[in-house]
């Protein structure tokens, strides 16, 4: 009698530590497959830019750009921004896709007398990143941008008087970029984040860099709302002197994002 007793207690405790066991190893399983989860994430976004440096066709035809959000926004013809992520716990993919379509006059000078400009930018980013610590990720993409310029202005000639010059010239090129992002939360609810990458290295542009920074809130489980600041520095040169075409532009002002998560 015992020995069943005994029998039954050594069953009872055998069945107690598979079932804790296996609960363990399924808990583990679940866990890893959530981690192993993509999340997804869709933020259409405004940005006030500024705009600052130099634009043109040809050494006669490069113009100043200085712009501010009233000034861009009066002559804003159209314009689309957005960003699309997708997250695990070890790897993320991003794409940020920025058009504008814009006419501006050209403020006088010493060579130019009265004039307006138009342009048309295409901006889009596809990244990799991988996290390397809680908060940190590193990654590289690149940049795809174009840019179509037309010119029509009057420029001054000596003794005194003007004529008129007109040049048209758009431009694709590709700028492989290496970026790090900081991003991290506060109870799921308050989102930080701080992004910055550097390229071209001559590939495309001589050199570009960004930097990005942004605090966010939760409100749901799906709606985000975020504001932050930009900063996108470009400077790229075709073709031998005299330069057929010139982008050294600054484009920096505050943004705001508004975000779906899925």
């Not at 999340?39 to 976004?45: G, I, K, S």
């Not at 930080?192 to 495309?204: A, M, T, Y």
Request: proline share 4%; with cysteine; hydrophobic share 40%.
């Amino acid at each position: 009698m015992k020995f069943f007793k005994r029998l039954f207690s050594h069953k009872t405790i055998f069945c107690l530590l598979f079932i804790l066991i296996n609960s363990f190893y399924s808990a583990s399983a679940q866990k890893e497959a959530t981690n192993k989860k993509w999340n997804f994430l869709a933020e259409p976004y405004l940005m006030f830019p500024y705009m600052n440096g130099e634009t043109g066709i040809g050494n006669n035809l490069i113009l100043p750009v200085e712009a501010n959000p009233g000034d861009i926004f009066n002559k804003l013809q159209i314009g689309a921004m957005l960003f699309l992520g997708a997250q695990t716990d070890k790897w993320a993919i991003t794409s940020d896709l920025v058009y504008m379509k814009l006419n501006q006059e050209i403020t006088p000078g010493i060579l130019i007398h009265e004039g307006d400009v138009t342009a048309k930018q295409l901006i889009w980013e596809a990244a990799g990143l991988y996290r390397i610590s809680r908060c940190l990720e590193v990654g590289a993409g690149g940049r795809i941008n174009y840019v179509q310029t037309s010119v029509d202005a009057l420029v001054k000639v000596i003794p005194a008087g003007t004529e008129p010059i007109s040049g048209r010239h758009h431009k694709t090129w590709f700028d492989p970029v290496l970026i790090v992002r900081w991003k991290t939360d506060v109870k799921d609810k308050w989102l930080f984040q701080l992004r910055g990458d550097l390229g071209g290295f001559g590939v495309g542009s001589d050199f570009t860099w960004q930097l990005q920074g942004y605090v966010g809130y939760r409100f749901t489980p799906v709606f985000q709302l975020s504001a932050g600041y930009r900063f996108l520095s470009t400077e790229y040169y075709a073709g031998e002197e005299p330069k057929d075409f010139v982008f050294d532009v600054n484009e920096f002002g505050p943004v705001i994002r508004f975000g779906f998560n899925f």
